[in-house]
């Protein structure tokens, strides 16, 4: 069965410490990973997709990498407007729908200032 | 900017009755536009997906008399939850796929359903 699992539920930094999330993944043929942020109330912003092992994309002071078993998200000195739920997704090759996007719980982040 | 709308942001309701929510494509037209829900704590759940002049298809588990969907334009998508009960309040979400140079999927602001 295809699964998604993110870790740790929940996260606590202070401003300007690193740190990274994790996102295992289970699948019997990864047509891609997607990473988003959603903040309280809202839809899920994206952020990243990642295809095949060994990529990595960065946005300000976030990265994304990916191997055959699992993606990290790593933040870099973090502010707290970093503070927000990160969510992972995994598209399976030849399932259904392009939409059929199988989640993770997230991560809540919260950075303190 | 936002690539896709949902009305409205909140709806309180008495049990039994029904409810309609809108998604619409902002910047695009979209043949197919995808159905979430999201109970607190948890996962994103694909409710079903909507298709532009065609039957939605529905995952498994989700009733689709209940959950009645039309996908009249290229630009807008409705879900009505019909005769609707406390335990289906949630947060509902549309979005739609762009695939380009990169696989993108654009979610909506959602929509916070309360049955009383």
């Known amino acids: 069965e295809d699964q998604v699992t993110q870790s740790p539920e929940a996260l606590r930094l202070q401003e300007g410490e690193s740190s990274s999330l994790n996102c295992s993944y289970t699948?019997?043929?990864?047509?891609?990973l997607f990473w988003y942020r959603q903040d309280p109330g809202k839809g899920p912003e994206f952020l990243f997709t990642?295809?095949?092992a060994g990529e990595e994309k960065e946005k300000e002071r976030l990265k994304a990498t990916l191997t055959k078993k699992e993606s990290f998200l790593h933040i870099t000195a973090p502010k707290p407007e970093d503070s927000a739920t990160y969510l992972c997704a995994v598209q399976a090759r030849g399932k259904g729908s392009q939409g059929n996007l199988i989640f993770g719980k997230g991560t809540k982040l919260s950075v303190k200032p | 900017g936002a690539v896709v709308s949902q009305h409205p942001s909140r709806v309180i309701c008495k049990s039994g009755t029904s409810v309609k929510i809108e998604c619409r494509s902002l910047d695009f037209q979209a043949t197919t536009m995808f159905w979430y829900r999201q109970f607190p704590k948890q996962s994103l759940m694909l409710m079903a997906t909507s298709n532009e002049g065609s039957k939605a298809t529905y995952e498994q588990g989700v009733e689709k008399d209940k959950f009645l969907i039309n996908h009249a334009s290229l630009t807008l998508s409705t879900l009505t939850v019909t005769s609707a009960h406390p335990e289906d309040s949630s947060f509902y979400i549309c979005?739609?796929?762009?695939?380009?140079?990169?696989?993108?999927?654009?979610f909506g602001p959602g929509t916070r359903l309360t049955v009383l």
């Open positions: 990642l295809y095949s």
């Open positions: 699948v019997s043929g990864l047509r891609g």
């Open positions: 979005s739609l796929f762009s695939s380009g140079n990169t696989d993108t999927q654009y």
